[in-house]
């Protein structure tokens, strides 16, 4: 149990287009889903913290309208980067939590690469 | 300070040996910790959590000291499939309940 989806699994787009990545929970109901990043030889760091129904809280330094958030039901958050840039290219994570609120189930990742 | 400090590494070590990493945390108000293992360009994946008492699962064992903020990871018996990052993670309630990472440390169990 406890498995979450994201899709895709790498993308690779240019400079100054839009990107969508899903992040889906397959067996459970997410009240609550996070957005990580990930550069190479560094930690995971919170993006933001998305609610079903509410808008997304963004850690400081990170743009909320860049980063767009989307958790519209509890098996689905959608996070686009808008206006890619090159220094956008990175791993993107996504976990989810259900009724064990203190538990995060990690999704395999997103490797973004802008051109 | 960074939230969650832990020794980059790499540690090299060969098969058969223990290996122990550990983890400072600064905020005395963090409430859950977790070690979570992390293989090149894949998700981090749960170890297991950190209780006050101490605890163990098979070779690994974690320990956490709330008076000096620090956890660690034993690994005994290391095999060759221990080979990852290991991330110290804390939770934090400001707000919402949150996971800090720790920046990782690359373990290399050598043949």
């Known amino acids: 149990g406890a498995v979450v989806s994201q899709h895709p699994s790498w993308v690779i787009c240019k400079s100054g287009t839009s990107v969508k990545i899903e992040c889906r929970s397959l067996?459970?109901?997410?009240?609550?889903m996070f957005w990580y990043r990930q550069f190479p030889k560094q930690s995971l760091m919170l993006m933001a913290t998305?609610?079903?129904?509410?808008?997304?809280?963004?850690e400081q330094g990170v743009e909320k309208d860049k980063f767009l958030i989307n958790h519209a039901s509890l098996t689905l958050s959608t996070l686009t980067v808008t206006s890619a840039h090159p220094e956008d290219s990175s791993f993107y994570i996504c976990?989810?939590?259900?009724?064990?609120?203190?538990?995060?189930?990690f999704g395999p990742g997103t490797r973004l690469t802008v051109t | 300070r960074k939230e969650v400090e832990q020794d980059p590494g790499p540690f090299n070590v060969p098969e058969g040996a223990t290996v122990a990493f550990n983890c400072t945390y600064s905020?005395?108000?963090?409430?859950?910790f977790f070690w979570y293992r992390q293989d090149c360009r894949k998700e981090p994946k749960l170890l297991m959590s950190?209780?006050?008492s101490g605890n163990e699962d098979g070779r690994f064992t974690a320990q956490l000291n709330r008076a000096s903020q620090y956890i660690s990871l034993l690994i005994r018996d290391s095999k060759l499939s221990d080979s990852a990052t290991y991330l110290c993670?804390?939770?934090?309630?400001?707000?919402?309940?949150?996971?800090?990472f720790g920046t990782g440390t690359r373990l290399k169990v050598l043949a």
């Open positions: 067996d459970f109901q997410a009240t609550t």
């Open positions: 905020n005395s108000a963090s409430q859950s």
């Open positions: 998305s609610n079903e129904g509410s808008k997304a809280t963004y």
């Open positions: 950190v209780y006050s």
């Open positions: 976990s989810a939590s259900g009724t064990s609120w203190y538990e995060q189930y």
């Open positions: 993670v804390v939770t934090t309630t400001s707000g919402t309940y949150k996971y800090i």
